[in-house]
């Protein structure tokens, strides 16, 4: 999981990674158990978030800004490129 890697290697950052997941509270729930995911996740089954920032499927990466505003979107599962270029636009 790139993105447990990205915690990790952000951990001392000044910046928060959260995990949202577009489906019910309890299939999150049991996605977090089975999984070692190394950063906070939490469920956001409405779709006022996925209309918000215009989510067209699952998996997807989105950096925001500290204002909240989008930075760049992944679709997909991340390679290691991609892994590699959001460390860098991170600042790690």
């Not at 990674?17 to 509270?25: E, F, M, P, Q």
């Not at 500290?66 to 679709?75: N, R, T």
Request: hydrophobic share 35%.
């Amino acid at each position: 999981m790139n993105w447990k890697a990205i915690a990790h290697d952000n951990r001392d950052q000044n910046c928060d990674i959260i995990g949202v997941s577009v489906h019910s509270l309890d299939e999150t729930k049991k996605y977090v158990a089975n999984k070692s995911v190394g950063f906070y996740v939490v469920s956001v089954a409405d779709t006022s978030f996925s209309r918000k920032y215009k989510i067209s499927g699952v998996p997807e990466t989105i950096l925001l800004q500290g204002d909240g505003s989008v930075e760049k979107v992944w679709i997909g599962e991340l390679s290691e490129d991609q892994t590699i270029e959001i460390e860098k636009l991170m600042g790690a």
